[in-house]
């Protein structure tokens, strides 16, 4: 009986805790009640659940085994919306929703999809936000890390842009989406692979 009152007063004082703050030492560790997943998760400076993905980790996802990236993507929170796999070909797709109490709503999506062909394999990571801010800082990075754009065009209502620094290709395609009610939502897109 005492065993299923302490578990009744976990659960009861469980479900009111939405924040937590753990100490190791002289580094403190801040982390947020993740509802969905039933855990807490990291978060950043602002309270929120660290959802963003740079570009660093995201030419690092391109050697990662899929097992690394899914548990990758479900500590930042994201869901996994849709799995296809075939003989010759997988691709997985994650997204996730960013809801702020005292800003707009964020939704991001990452898709990974694996091909082989013979002896040929390669992979395509395609990350979209529709974040102004995040946009901003990854042009910033392109910048900074000596990105040069090689080739621009448009393709319905989607520009594109293709950067290099010799090594490494990013395209990038900003999207402007106008609702009937003529709202507009503008996405941006960086697709890298090898």
């Known amino acids: 009986m005492?065993?299923?009152?302490?578990?009744?007063?976990?659960?009861?004082?469980g479900g009111h805790l939405f924040a937590q703050k753990i100490n190791f030492g002289k580094k403190t560790r801040v982390?947020?009640?993740?509802k969905e997943n039933n855990k807490f998760a990291k978060v950043d400076k602002d309270g929120n659940i660290d959802q963003k993905l740079d570009v660093d980790q995201l030419f690092e996802m391109l050697d990662w085994n899929?097992?690394?990236?899914?548990?990758?993507?479900?500590?930042?929170?994201y869901l996994l919306m849709q799995k296809d796999i075939d003989s010759t070909s997988s691709m997985f797709q994650y997204s996730v929703t960013?809801?702020?109490?005292?800003?707009?709503t964020t939704i991001r999506s990452f898709v990974y999809m694996d091909a082989t062909v013979g002896e040929m394999k390669g992979r395509m990571i395609t990350y979209r936000t529709y974040d102004k801010q995040e946009f901003s800082d990854i042009s910033g990075y392109l910048l900074s890390h000596n990105y040069q754009r090689t080739n621009q065009f448009e393709m319905g209502d989607a520009k594109h842009s293709v950067y290099t620094n010799g090594t490494q290709t990013i395209r990038v395609k900003v999207t402007t989406t106008q609702l009937k009610t003529k709202q507009t939502f503008t996405s941006y897109e960086l697709e890298l692979g090898k």
């Open 2 to 13: 005492r065993a299923v009152l302490l578990l009744l007063i976990a659960c009861t004082v």
């Open 98 to 104: 960013d809801h702020k109490e005292d800003g707009p």
């Open 31 to 34: 982390t947020r009640f993740d």
């Open 66 to 77: 899929g097992r690394a990236i899914d548990t990758t993507m479900k500590k930042k929170g």
